[in-house]
């Protein structure tokens, strides 16, 4: 697993996907992506979840590891895709890229949506 921070995508969907292609990762975590629900972005053999509310964040999943997009209702402070993937031997994780704006501020119980605490 890959973690990338964009600081905007438009301007550097290709040099994204390249680097994911390139690396071949099987889940690559995108901060920052600036991209808005009209937007595409596609990478060959990834399926791409996305968060487009306001800074957004996005996770490239390779296509062949089954997973599932698990919703996070309540969320309003924090950015964040949560999935779960089925890991042989090990059961399910949830992995999520998350953002916290920095003028909106962290708060614990904002975690407390989606991570047990």
């Avoid at 509310?53 to 964040?80: D, S, T, Y």
């Avoid at 031997?89 to 614990?108: E, K, L, Q």
Wanted: positive net charge; contains cysteine; charged residues 20%.
């Amino acid at each position: 697993m890959v973690a990338w921070s964009a600081n905007g995508l438009k301007e550097k969907r290709a040099e994204l996907v390249q680097f994911i292609l390139d690396l071949d990762a099987d889940m690559v975590m995108v901060g920052e992506t600036w991209l808005r629900p009209g937007d595409r972005l596609c990478i060959t053999n990834y399926k791409v979840h996305r968060s487009d509310r306001l800074i957004g964040v996005a996770i490239a999943i390779k296509k062949h590891l089954r997973h599932n997009l698990l919703p996070i209702p309540g969320l309003q402070l924090l950015e964040v895709v949560r999935v779960q993937i089925k890991v042989r031997g090990f059961g399910p994780m949830n992995i999520f890229p998350v953002y916290a704006p920095p003028t909106r501020g962290f708060v614990v119980e904002s975690l407390q949506l989606f991570i047990p605490l």
